[in-house]
């Protein structure tokens, strides 16, 4: 079973959405971690709810980690940063690239979930095939 660490800046929204979709989507394929850089208090709110309404509660088995209170993993995805992301031991890593929807509406974090959620859609089929 592959370990992957989602990561972003805060771990509060974008890269707790991944593990989130992660764990559901991979189960039994995968083991998903999200990290940060900094940590926030508790999950972004927004996101939150905006994942409730997909029946995907966040706050049941995930909080705000940092990068050192994850085990080592295979697979690094970075949710694009727009900073330096940190240099971490992997096999495999990408950038999604998503624009942090914090602060904005709600139309908007739906966006960038919907988008997450298909990039697991194929990252979890790259994985299953073997590519990844």
Request: net charge neutral; proline share 3%; glycine share 6%.
């Amino acid at each position: 079973m592959k370990r992957i660490a989602f990561v972003c800046v805060h771990n509060s929204c974008r890269s707790q959405m991944a593990e989130a979709f992660g764990k559901v989507m991979g189960l039994g394929l995968v083991e998903c971690f999200s990290a940060g850089t900094e940590k926030r208090k508790q999950i972004n709110q927004d996101a939150v709810r905006i994942m409730k309404e997909i029946g995907i509660d966040m706050e049941l088995n995930q909080k705000p980690k940092l990068l050192q209170d994850i085990p080592e993993v295979d697979i690094v995805v970075t949710m694009g940063c727009n900073v330096s992301c940190p240099v971490i031991s992997c096999t495999h890593r990408e950038d999604w690239g998503l624009d942090d929807p914090t602060g904005k509406q709600d139309e908007e974090f739906r966006r960038v979930r919907n988008i997450i959620k298909n990039k697991m859609d194929d990252f979890i089929e790259r994985i299953k095939s073997g590519v990844i």
